[in-house]
């Protein structure tokens, strides 16, 4: 089982990135999968998350309306589409799957993910 996580850069705050999160070794269909980040100094947050059929998703609160995640079973990736970008979205990115957690505000936490995890791919939001 293999993340392979990308798409981060420098953007300039109200711009937009899209980070990607490829799965290798597993059909990304068959998990719960979710973007958390994490800030020099900060704990890991929980970004959002999307169940195995597409049809659940959850943002947390900082994110939503802003953020928007998908999946492509056709390439066995799911997306986090980010608009709005502000100084505080500066992170490393992470996407992590688990067969077994539900997507929802409980569910999003770290130690839930315990399937694999992306190696994390850095978001700069600065002008």
């Known amino acids: 089982v293999q993340l392979q996580a990308s798409g981060g850069g420098l953007v300039q705050p109200g711009g937009s990135l899209r980070l990607s999160c490829a799965a290798s070794?597993?059909?990304?269909?068959?998990?719960?999968i979710a973007w958390f980040r994490q800030a020099p100094e900060k704990e890991r947050e929980g970004v959002s998350c999307?169940?195995?059929?597409?049809?659940?998703?959850f943002y947390g609160d900082s994110v939503r309306g802003r953020f928007t995640i998908s999946r492509d079973s056709a390439t066995n990736t799911v997306y986090l589409q980010m608009n709005s970008l502000t100084p505080e979205d500066t992170a490393v990115y992470y996407c992590?799957?688990?067969?077994?957690?539900?997507?929802?505000?409980?569910?999003?936490?770290?130690?839930?993910?315990?399937?694999?995890w992306g190696q994390g791919t850095q978001v700069t939001v600065s002008s």
């Open positions: 070794g597993f059909s990304l269909g068959s998990s719960t």
């Open positions: 992590a799957s688990d067969q077994f957690t539900l997507c929802g505000r409980a569910g999003l936490v770290p130690y839930g993910f315990l399937g694999g």
């Open positions: 999307i169940d195995r059929t597409g049809d659940r998703t």
